[in-house]
């Protein structure tokens, strides 16, 4: 017998895996594995999702209106050029659907999200990776990785689960220098973490080119991932593409609702900044003076090395795991020797610096 055949490059995909929620039976544990919130969303949020339950049997609004309002509102933006995603992840698998295929290439720092790979062999197109510096994107290598069969470039700034960033004018740079037929995604998914007068999440680039897409996210600071939220800032014809190819209802009655006051509620999201900015130092600190290797970051995580410790990465993570502490390995982005943690309540990030100083005999 033969047996239906998958399109050329479903095979080659390694399936996506989340960080880590269980650690053992019944066990209570702080999940510091996907770079959640540890504010959890805004109240006014949660009393609007809730409001919407009992009309769960109706179908959300198609063009998610209200939503695209708000945040245009909130950000200064035109809401003609915003399109939301069941998640950021949607939206970008949609633009590997839309733009490659089978010939064409989808290029990204060495340590880029998992996905954009992923959703690039679903479209059949291959995906390309270019070396980093100290782990972080380098604009140079990129260029220099680019070929006539390039279609994509994705730049995750900041990016994940490394942390580090590009400042603006290398942003620019790389516009500038890359062909017009290609197209560049900013994945801004931490960019409300990021403080640096040098940063920018990419929206100028999108205004005034026809070829840069900004994606952002619900998922992170706003604390509604599991609702699944993502939008895209586009220009006008890559606007139309995605609203022809994406799913009727793509997003859900809840997270339009809850979306719609997270967006609004930036006393919020400022609480949220403000645990970031004192627990990042903190933890930095903490680590190093352990022994341990960290990347400076920019996010709401630390990439934190263990090569120099004399001991190894998965034993770190099991023993942190029997604590009821889940740290998320790294294997599959290339970093077999790092954990990555997210910036926790307070007594668990006090308990991960514990648990590791005990595990390091310090």
Same mark, same amino acid.
């Given at each position: 017998?033969?047996?239906p ?10 399936p ?20 959640e ?7 006014k ?7 919407? +339950? ?6 959300? &609004?198609?063009?998610? /209106?209200?939503?695209?309002? @708000?945040? $245009? =509102? ?5 809401a ?10 949607e ?8 733009y ?15 996905m ?5 062999a679903?479209a ?13 994107a ?7 990785a ?11 700034n900041?990016?994940?689960?490394t942390g ?5 004018s290398?942003v +620019? ?6 062909? &017009?037929?290609i197209? /560049?995604?900013?994945?801004? @998914?931490? $960019? =409300? ?7 920018r ?6 205004d ?5 897409v900004?994606?952002?996210?619900f998922?992170k ?7 699944r939220?993502?939008?895209a ?8 593409v995605?609203h ?7 997003v859900?009655a ?5 979306g719609v006051?997270?967006?609004r ?19 930095t ?9 960290i ?7 630390? /990439?934190?090395?263990f090569?120099e410790?004399?001991k ?50 310090n």
């Open positions: 017998m033969t047996t055949v998958p399109q050329p490059g479903i095979m080659t995909i390694s996506y895996v989340g960080g880590k929620s269980k650690a053992g039976e019944n066990q209570n544990v702080a999940k510091l594995s996907s770079n919130s540890p504010l959890g969303p805004s109240p949020a949660v009393a609007a999702i809730e409001a919407v +339950v009992a009309n769960a049997h109706r179908y959300p &609004d198609g063009g998610s /209106l209200l939503i695209t309002d @708000a945040i $245009a =509102e909130v950000h200064n933006l035109d003609a050029r915003i399109v939301c995603g069941n998640g950021s992840d939206l970008i698998s949609l633009l590997n659907t839309a490659v295929g089978p010939g064409d290439e989808v290029l990204f720092p060495e340590h880029g999200f998992l954009y790979a992923i959703s690039a679903a059949g197109a291959t995906p390309v990776k270019a070396p980093e510096i100290d782990r972080t380098d604009v140079n290598n990129l260029l220099a680019v070929t006539e069969k390039t279609k994509i470039v994705f730049l995750a900041p990016n994940n689960p580090t960033y590009l400042p603006h290398e +620019v740079r790389l516009r500038e220098s890359l062909r &017009d037929d197209l /560049l995604v900013l994945d801004a @998914a931490y $960019a =409300e973490y990021v403080s640096r007068d040098d940063y999440a990419g929206v100028e680039l999108v005034t080119n026809d070829n840069v900004v994606t952002r996210t998922s600071i706003y604390g509604l991932a599991g609702l939220l993502g939008w800032y586009c220009p006008p014809a890559i606007i139309d995605l022809r190819v994406r799913g009727p209802f793509n859900n809840l997270a339009q609702a809850g006051e997270a967006v509620d930036q006393a919020h999201i400022e609480k949220a900044r403000q645990h970031n900015d004192k627990w990042l130092p903190i933890l600190q903490s680590f190093r003076g352990m022994g341990l290797g990347t400076p970051s920019v996010g709401n995580f630390l /990439l934190i090395d090569e410790s004399g190894s990465a998965a034993d770190a993570e099991a023993y942190l795991a029997k604590k009821g502490l889940l740290l998320r390995a790294v294997a599959g982005y290339g970093l077999p020797t790092c954990l990555r943690m997210t910036i926790g309540q307070d007594d668990e990030n006090h308990a991960v610096i514990e648990a590791l100083s005990e595990f390091l005999g």
